[in-house]
Structure formats: C-alpha cells, structure tokens
Nanobody, 126 residues
C-alpha cells in the first residue's frame, strides 16, 4: 500500500515556475512507476508526465515538453514535477499517481495507476 501527498501548488503568473512534490508513505516507491496527471474543470484527467522506477525512461505530454521535468528520489520516497514557462492552459488540479507494485514501465493510461494523491491546485494567471 502506498499513500501519496502532493504539495507545491499555488498561483503563478504566466512565464513563472512551480515545483510540485509528491511524498509517499508506506512502501518504498522504488518498485513503482510514477506519474503526474492533471484535470481542468470540465475536462478529463490527463497524463502530464511519467517516470520509470529507475528514472531511465520518462514520458511527457507534447504540450509540456521542454517546459516540465519529472524526477524522483527513491531514497526520499518523493517524486517531483518542475514546471517552467507556465501558461494559463496549465491551470488544473495536479495529481500524483503510483502504478501497481513491481510495474516499472512509465505508463500514460490513468486506468493503469493504482494509487492517487488528493491533488494540488495550480493556477496560472496574471
């Protein structure tokens, strides 16, 4: 069992930066692929970025490539999402998610993830 808690959301101006953190408790996360998703009002929850267990493989949604960076520190049981050059369309609730135990491939389908945090609001506005 893994419990996830996101932090670091808030209000930022266009062009600004935020760093989201996802702290896990319970099992070590080293044997779980991890992902960041987001959900804007009236829209489906979508993948933003995903990372394999060993950080060798990462995935990014096209619209965030070159602006966002996912990383993980397995010793600290924490996953990060560094968001730079932010745009109003990045406004959403951001969720951290863990795949099932022992599944290390970075996946993009939200249905594949077993554990979810409560989400943190990110608002990009001037």
């Amino acid at each position: 069992q893994v419990q996830l808690v996101e932090s670091g959301g808030g209000l930022v101006q266009p062009g600004g930066s935020l760093r989201l953190s996802c702290a896990a408790s319970g099992r070590t996360i080293s044997t779980y692929a991890m992902g960041w998703f987001r959900q804007a009002p009236g829209k489906e929850r979508e993948i933003v970025a995903a990372i394999s267990c060993s950080s060798i493989v990462t995935y990014y949604k096209d619209s965030v490539k070159g602006r966002f960076t996912i990383s993980r520190d397995n010793a600290k049981k924490t996953v990060y999402l560094q968001m730079n050059s932010m745009k109003p369309e990045d406004t959403a609730v951001y969720y951290c998610a863990a795949d099932r135990l022992g599944r290390c491939v970075a996946r993009t389908d939200k249905e594949e993830y077993a554990y979810w945090g409560q989400g943190t609001q990110v608002t990009v506005s001037s």
